[in-house]
């Protein structure tokens, strides 16, 4: 069993940026891909970024360029800085885990409760 609790949301004007961070704990954090994906109202949940045990990188085309993900394998976390944001971006955001985590939420074996990330034009 692995816990998430992500944390970083807010409100910021189109432009800004946030960092969201997303803790993990119950079990070996390093032998999980963690990734970030998000579900604005009335739309399903859409993935936005992955990092795999490696270290490889993977992002959604509309967040290339703007959003980093990264993880502290010591600190069993994982982060999503997101720069330029849009309003488009705005989302509730929910970080997950998974031992064959790809682009498709039906991979993820946990998630987090999510963070409301919402972007003022």
């Known amino acids: 069993q692995v816990q998430l609790v992500e944390s970083g949301g807010g409100l910021v004007q189109a432009g800004g940026s946030l960092r969201l961070s997303c803790a993990a704990s119950?079990?070996?954090?390093?032998?999980?891909?963690m990734g970030w994906f998000r579900q604005a109202p009335g739309k399903g949940r859409e993935f936005v970024a992955t990092?795999?045990?490696?270290?490889?990188?993977y992002y959604a085309d509309s967040v290339k360029g703007r959003f980093t993900i990264s993880r502290d394998n010591a600190k069993n976390s994982v982060y999503l800085q997101m720069n330029s944001l849009k309003p488009e971006d705005t989302a509730v955001y929910y970080c997950?885990?998974?031992?064959?985590?790809?682009?498709?939420?039906?991979?993820?074996?946990?998630w987090g409760q999510g963070t409301q990330v919402t972007v003022s034009s």
């Open positions: 119950g079990r070996t954090f390093s032998n999980y891909a």
């Open positions: 990092i795999n045990w490696s270290g490889a990188l």
């Open positions: 997950a885990a998974g031992l064959k985590l790809t682009t498709a939420p039906s991979t993820a074996n946990y």
